[in-house]
């Protein structure tokens, strides 16, 4: 079974901090991707990065960087020098690679960044 | 393009009544998605199809729910008789197989049931 878990149910920092949100995944598939979304106030979830089991190299975009750790079955996800239009609930998800397009989600975590 | 297509944004609606949610999915898009949201159990994927064929409806939660998708450009998610405990936000996202997984889902804005 597939199950993905963000043990982190919300967290707040100062402007400018940086934070980390953890991301712990479980399958029995050998490929699978891994994502990570966005919901901000507003409600719309935003894609932000699709990684595949075949490639472990950490991936920068600006504040953001992951960290894909196999060994520990972990996907993490750093905003640098946050702001406070970073305030948004983040969702990882998993899916596997050859079976299906079905995305399962973990519960997410709730960043605040204080002014 | 015009992105993912929910309607109604919000249904507020006695407990008893049938309620269809609707989705347009993004042209040419294969996959489609029913999630739901809640508080307390997060994203669940409800129901999804393929080619407008249903794959896997084993998130459905009761035989109040059911799903059509009857061309390759709409769907419709509709709860007959509605429960206050369907209160949520039910998202709808579309993908391209294969290539979709590039950039994942992507998602419409909701509609946000209230069952009361």
């Known amino acids: 079974a597939q199950k993905v878990t963000q043990a982190q149910t919300e967290i707040s920092v100062v402007e400018k901090e940086d934070v980390t949100l953890d991301c712990v995944y479980e399958?029995?598939?050998?490929?699978?991707?891994l994502f990570w979304y966005k919901q901000p106030p507003s409600g719309e979830l935003v894609f932000l990065i699709r990684r595949n089991s075949f490639d472990e190299q950490n991936e920068i975009s600006g504040r953001y960087s992951w960290n894909f750790q196999k060994s520990t079955s972990s996907f993490n996800f750093t905003i640098t020098a946050s702001q406070v239009v970073d305030s948004a609930v983040y969702f990882c998800?998993?899916?596997?690679?050859?079976?299906?397009?079905?995305?399962?989600f973990g519960k997410g975590t709730r960043l605040h960044i204080l002014p | 393009d015009a992105g993912v297509i929910q309607s109604p944004r919000h249904e507020v609606t006695e407990m008893g009544q049938e309620v269809t949610l609707r989705c347009k999915p993004i042209?040419?898009?294969?996959?489609l998605f029913w999630y739901r949201q809640t508080m307390m159990r997060g994203l669940e994927l409800l129901i999804y199809f393929n080619n407008n064929v249903p794959i896997d409806d084993s998130g459905m939660p009761e035989d109040r729910f059911s799903a059509k998708m009857p061309n390759a450009s709409f769907s419709t998610l509709k709860i007959q008789p509605s429960e206050p405990r369907d209160s949520a936000v039910y998202f709808c996202a579309s993908s391209l197989s294969g290539k979709g997984r590039l950039g994942g889902y992507t998602f419409g804005s909701g509609t946000r049931l209230t069952v009361v």
């Open positions: 042209s040419g898009h294969d996959y």
């Open positions: 998800a998993l899916s596997d690679l050859n079976r299906d397009d079905k995305i399962i």
């Open positions: 399958t029995r598939d050998t490929t699978y991707y």
